[in-house]
């Protein structure tokens, strides 16, 4: 049997491969995943999960550490669950994913607030349960933080996400760490704001942070920022405020398409060096890694509903679309595409898309497939910002999940219906 081209298994996603022409993940069938719960199915490896991060516990052992899962990469309480359980601990962005992650079973204290526009409400509820840092954006928010504190009688741990000015290389949409973004401080303003966090009754500064973009697949950026942030600590504890901890943020790559970042134990391994050459090696560090976590350790499985061949363009419509998987139509994000089973034969090029009514409907472009209506295909690396960012465009159900561990998979979430869509509306009454 001819592989299709371009596809060979040493480019799928560790542990997903070809066994006798059917995809598999670790010890399941896909297809057999397929036919039990229907598609579009998210099917996601534990062991994928574990294994990428036990290269940032590998990278960063014998320090002082803690991982915080950046969730909104993926925030299913079992894939929460899953992290948390082996030692992470979470970035929040909003109150809705502080009760999620009290609903994983979190440990408050690991908990890390990020994000420029949190209310009173969810500083409130934060400080409630007892969150270990709040990383303020700004100095408005953290003059509302001190308030809301001291209102309860308490001091709200804080960090200030500084803009360290660096260029990450990558999707102006997903680059954060330049000047012009709206994210964290400008690095002129730094001191002063640390000074004044300093002197506020509600508020206890225990570290500095910063987060210069996502899908980062070079050293070079973060090293940059570390050069930055540590002459920033520098000439903040020189001013006499100590920083207890230093969080590097997230956003290591992963290969979508033949991208190669660093691995992230070799990654934190240089990362570390210039670290203890600049005397901070004993601080403890703090990292919020999301899609190097998730991202290729997930699949979206759909069925090919329709081949629409034409003159200059020839469709597969799948039953999968930019609601389930919004990466393509948001960033023009690409992802493998591959059968779930193969067949020996010709390929012919299609643009694969989704039913929704929008052009932007697409999940590739240009792919060499041999297929059939009624055939299954994998979108690969799909476990980062495709579930937690899916929408109900078109009255259309969100996904099954699936964890698979071993020769087992576990429905994780169940397939949303119509009625789950409309349970919180009301219809007027009738005269
Ligand atoms: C999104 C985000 C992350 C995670 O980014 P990835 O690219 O998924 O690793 C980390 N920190 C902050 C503040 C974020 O907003």
């Not at 574990?50 to 803690?66: K, P």
């Not at 001013?239 to 033949?258: E, Q, S, T």
Request: glycine share 10%; with cysteine.
């Amino acid at each position: 049997m001819a592989p299709t081209p371009g596809i060979s298994s040493s480019t799928l996603p560790p542990f997903f491969a070809y066994q006798d022409g059917q995809l598999m993940v670790e010890g399941v069938s896909l297809s057999t995943l397929a036919q039990q719960h229907g598609t579009p199915l998210f099917v996601y490896s534990r062991a994928a999960m574990l294994s990428a991060l036990a290269a940032y516990q590998r990278g960063l052992a014998g320090r002082d550490h803690q991982i915080c899962y950046a969730m909104k990469a993926n925030s299913t309480l079992a894939i929460l669950q899953t992290l948390v359980q082996a030692g992470c601990g979470l970035d929040i962005v909003s109150g809705g994913e502080l009760e999620r992650a009290l609903a994983a079973g979190i440990d408050p204290a690991k908990v890390i607030f990020s994000g420029v526009g949190k209310t009173r409400r969810e500083m409130r509820r934060a400080l409630e349960v007892g969150i270990g840092c709040f990383n303020v954006e700004s100095r408005a928010e953290l003059d509302v933080l001190d308030e809301v504190a001291q209102g309860m009688g308490l001091r709200a741990p804080v960090s200030v996400r500084v803009n360290p000015n660096v260029d990450a290389k990558t999707h102006p949409y997903i680059s954060t760490g330049l000047k012009d973004n709206k994210f964290g401080i400008a690095h002129e303003d730094v001191v002063a704001t640390y000074r004044h966090a300093a002197a506020c009754g509600g508020l206890r500064v225990v570290g500095i942070d910063c987060h210069i973009g996502s899908q980062i697949t070079e050293a070079d950026p973060y090293l940059d920022a570390m050069d930055r942030i540590l002459d920033l600590v520098e000439t903040i504890e020189a001013a006499g405020v100590p920083i207890a901890h230093i969080d590097f943020g997230g956003g290591l790559g992963i290969d979508y398409r033949g991208d190669t970042p660093p691995a992230a134990d070799t990654l934190w391994q240089r990362l570390l060096q210039k670290l203890d050459a600049r005397g901070f090696g004993d601080r403890k560090i703090l990292i919020e890694p999301g899609r190097s976590l998730v991202g290729n350790a997930g699949v979206c499985l759909t069925e090919v509903i329709y081949l629409k061949p034409g003159e200059h363009k020839n469709f597969l419509i799948v039953d999968a679309a930019m609601n389930d998987l919004p990466r393509p139509a948001m960033y023009q994000a690409f992802h493998q595409i591959v059968p779930l089973s193969q067949r020996p034969g010709e390929t012919t090029t299609w643009d694969v898309v989704g039913p929704v009514c929008e052009s932007g409907d697409w999940l590739g472009r240009d792919r060499a497939l041999n297929v059939q209506a009624g055939d299954w295909l994998a979108v690969l690396s799909a476990g980062a910002y495709c579930m937690s960012m899916a929408s109900n465009y078109n009255t259309r159900g969100r996904a099954a999940e699936l964890l698979v561990d071993g020769d087992a998979a576990t429905l994780i979430r169940a397939r949303e219906t119509a009625e789950d869509q409309f349970r919180l509306e009301t219809l007027l009454p009738t005269l």
